[in-house]
């Protein structure tokens, strides 16, 4: 990855391109610590640490590098637009304009969907912003109250959001990799000091064990070596096509494979499975402190994300979660069909149903092992912060998945651009 690096850097084009990513990231981070108006920021941080950092909300923290927390223009991060780009993918799959404009309507059909998804992300940051808002009204974090002060509030974050993913489309347009996952990339990144600095504090305050803080340290980088095994992890169905003769030339007669990815749904399942699982903590939040012994106990021990129950019922959201993803993203009768027409077969099977319950067969065999490895790596952290008495790793899983996978597909873009302009030299 260096040697790619460093080849990419003496590219001057490829060089510009790192730059203007890295200045992106760097307006980003410098808006991460511009404070929205009216909000007593100390107040909020205090509040949060002490009663929100279980929650859903605790997740939203997580994506925007602790900005969530001290109520900054961009506190509400690039989570309107994941959001919006999820439901309106799953929209053009229930709405049949919506698929035909997805599918059939070519490059104008994905400049209308993008325009919707815009549109879509302002829509969705306008109703985050006003939550927001009415959260810090309600536990009393404002220095100010009026309609004005709503207004201006609820606008920024907006504002905020929307600029985001605005420089997110800048970088994949001028930069490197893809802009929204660069952004989510630089706000876990920007958590690793203060993850660093609470594992030595545990540690020189006697709270960690010393041997302890090298098995976290080994299990995390084992952890990371195995996320890139699977993240490269695939499946690949024989593919054989026959011969047939057009004019004077022969075509078909040669085999390929169809690849089906071990973890084809990404992060996304963990990442909805995490919300749902942590929606009764954050209604909990909101509501006042429980007095008596079985409200205190179901806080403690049910709905938080460090209790037992809770593990479980996220990792089978996880798996649930994962074949629904599957279903979205493969149609094991489409594929056979295509197969069909295009003269395909795979060897031992006949074309049409018999080699779409193959597939079919195969996938849900594959998004097994990839659910099982999501909820694994989700619920360790869990696991290891209940033992060395750390709760902040509740989201690591999360976060090493997804700064793993960005890290990957960058260097996978920089290797492709490097190959590209080799083949360019050898042409001239």
Same mark, same amino acid.
């Given at each position: ?29 410098? %808006? ?135 420089? %997110? ?90 690849? +089906? ?108 092992? %990839? ?29 090493? +998945? ?27």
């Amino acid at each position: 990855m260096f040697a790619t690096l460093r080849n990419a850097w003496q590219v001057p084009e490829l060089r510009k391109k790192l730059l203007f990513t890295l200045f992106i990231l760097l307006v980003y981070r410098l %808006g991460n610590a511009v404070p929205v108006p009216y909000v007593n920021v100390t107040e909020l941080a205090n509040y949060f640490n002490s009663q929100l950092s279980d929650t859903v909300l605790g997740l939203y923290n997580a994506m925007s590098g602790s900005a969530f927390s001290r109520a900054t223009v961009f506190a509400l991060s690039i989570q309107p637009y994941i959001n919006a780009s999820i439901i309106i993918q799953l929209l053009c799959i229930a709405i049949p304009a919506l698929e035909r404009l997805s599918k059939d309507g070519g490059e104008e059909g994905k400049k209308k969907i993008a325009s919707i998804t815009r549109y879509s992300t302002v829509g969705l940051g306008l109703l985050m912003g006003f939550a927001y808002f009415v959260m810090l009204r309600n536990y009393n974090l404002l220095t100010d109250n009026g309609f004005m002060v709503a207004v201006v509030i609820i606008l920024t974050f907006t504002a905020g959001s929307a600029f985001l993913m605005w420089l %997110g489309e800048q970088i994949n347009e001028f930069g490197i990799g893809n802009g929204i996952s660069m952004i989510l990339f630089a706000s876990i990144i920007s958590r690793v000091p203060s993850m660093v600095n609470d594992l030595f504090t545990n540690l020189v305050n006697g709270g960690l064990k010393w041997y302890a803080a090298i098995g976290l340290v080994v299990g995390m980088l084992a952890l990371i070596l195995f996320i890139v095994f699977i993240n490269d992890a695939e499946r690949r169905i024989p593919i054989t096509y026959a011969k047939r003769v057009v004019g004077r030339k022969q075509y078909g007669g040669q085999s390929t494979y169809l690849p +089906i990815k071990v973890n084809m749904s990404g992060v996304l399942p963990i990442i909805f499975a995490q919300s749902i699982a942590s929606l009764p903590a954050t209604i909990a939040a909101f509501l006042a402190e429980p007095t008596t012994k079985f409200w205190i106990f179901v806080k403690n021990n049910v709905i938080s994300n460090t209790s037992t129950i809770y593990a479980v019922v996220y990792f089978m959201l996880i798996i649930g979660f994962s074949y629904f993803y599957s279903t979205i993203q493969y149609n094991p009768i489409e594929i056979s069909n295509n197969l069909k027409k295009n003269g395909g077969f795979i060897p031992g099977f006949r074309p049409g149903r018999p080699t779409g319950e193959f597939i079919a067969k195969v996938i849900n065999r594959i998004v097994l092992f %990839g659910a099982l490895y999501l909820g694994v790596v989700a619920i360790l952290p869990i696991i290891l912060g209940n033992v060395v008495g750390i709760n902040s790793l509740a989201i690591g899983g999360t976060s090493v +998945i997804i700064v793993v996978g960005v890290a990957l597909e960058t260097y996978r873009a920089l290797e492709a651009q490097l190959l590209m302009r080799h083949y360019k030299g050898f042409l001239e």
